[in-house]
């Protein structure tokens, strides 16, 4: 049992909400990784018109699965389809609970026939490591916590690198001294720099070209400076914490779902054994959309756009939820281009205004009211304005509606979550998600 533990949190605070609710609350961006190198500006252009580095080896947990029942228990706690997942390839892996709300998504690797790596912000490991010991699977866990959370904090046991940009095939064949293998979207190939064994995970990001490369730390400093070293004629960026967290608004990801683990009488034992200081009890609320009840919080899979990741030729946790809810989805996800001039006159001038990433929940209204709440709302330099992630009711999801956020800080409990705090309401109109047409159309193609 943690100590203290998350339900501690809950019973002390009085609820879920006041536990999670921070007015104002500093946007999450990746630990150890400098906020700015060239300026988040440039960064961010780097990976929509040249080539951009990215240090993705501090922030991601990792979880490695391996046993005979490893497959078993993550799909009988993902709603993935198990039956085909070569050795090699990665997955969005999504578990939810028995209500049909997602817990949160990871990437999930299979190294190999009875072994997994399960990577990112920790509420699903902690999700498939709890019922896997609970249900008496025979599995082996191995865990290397993000910089952030591991102790005496010591290197990762592997960095990640990822190269993006239309530059980034040139870069890496002048690293490689050469073509990568063709691989898909979304698989990985083993290959060597300079005598050193690396994997090669073709990915993206904003609907550009790219790859991840993955290997043991003792390799992280000579692979970094080779990529830096071949990539200085091409015009190679590195990519801050602060524009790090951005790509996502225009790639349809939405990064912060609240794990729906807070009120199930059946997960009381599941509270106990998580920590308050850990994500489920520390990753705020904030914004102009409040609610008392953290079920309004909830979303479930088919909202966050993964329904066609969901195979119901498996029995898992939730299946008989999601079945009744498939033909019954009140919300779908799309991108919200916020008015510059209204932008200007809330927040302060534009993109000179400070103003570069938002994970808080703010209110999305027309004139019969609310209509739905952003996700995510970022600065996106290339784009020239300020885009939203957002879920909002099917009928107002047409490209081209008209809406407007409600910008501000509700101060929560004690205050009426529908009074008037004289917010500015910032025009916003509808466009799709994800909002790079590439990565709408092309980016999964020949997955």
Known sequence: MATPSLQDGIDSAGSPVRL??????????????????????????????????????????????????????????????????????????????????????????????????????????????????????????????????????????????????????????????????????????????????????????????????????????????????????????????????????????IPSPVPAVYTDPELLEYRRQLPLFGIEGKRPLNGSYFSEDIEDYYVSPYELGYGKVISFRHDFVGRDALEKAKDEVRRTKVTLVLDPADVRAAIGEGQDSGFVLSYARHRVETAAGLVGVTMQSASIDPVGAVLAQTLIDAEYAVPGTEVSVVWGEHPGPGTDPEADLGFPRIRATVRPSPFDEHARTLYRRDR
């Open 20 to 253: 999670l609710w921070r007015p104002g609350a500093e946007p999450w961006t990746p630990e150890v990784v400098a906020r700015e190198y060239a300026g988040w500006r440039q960064e961010q252009n780097a990976w929509h018109e040249g080539v951009a580095l990215l240090d993705l080896s501090h922030h991601m947990y990792d979880l490695t699965i391996e046993g005979p029942d490893a497959t078993r228990v993550l799909a009988d706690h993902g709603v993935n389809n198990f039956a085909r997942f070569a050795i090699g390839q990665a997955k969005q892996y999504v578990p939810v609970t028995r209500q049909g709300h997602i817990v949160t998504d990871g990437i999930l690797a299979r190294e190999a026939e009875n072994r997994y790596l399960l990577s990112g912000i920790p509420a699903a490991q902690h999700w498939v490591q709890y019922h896997a010991e609970k249900g008496g699977y025979d599995v082996g866990f191995a865990t290397d916590p993000s910089s952030a959370f591991r102790p005496g904090g010591g290197d990762p046991k592997l960095f990640r690198y990822q190269i993006q940009g239309p530059l980034a095939v040139e870069l890496a064949e002048r690293a490689f001294g050469g073509p990568l293998p063709e691989t898909k979207f979304f698989h990985s190939s083993p290959v060597v720099l300079d005598g050193r064994p690396l994997r090669a995970l073709r990915h993206g990001m904003a609907g550009q070209a790219g790859f991840e490369f993955i290997g043991p730390w003792e390799h992280a400093a000579h692979v970094h400076e080779r990529f830096l070293t071949v990539g200085e004629p091409l015009g190679l960026i590195q990519v801050g914490a602060l524009a790090y967290t951005t790509p996502s608004v225009e790639s349809g990801w």
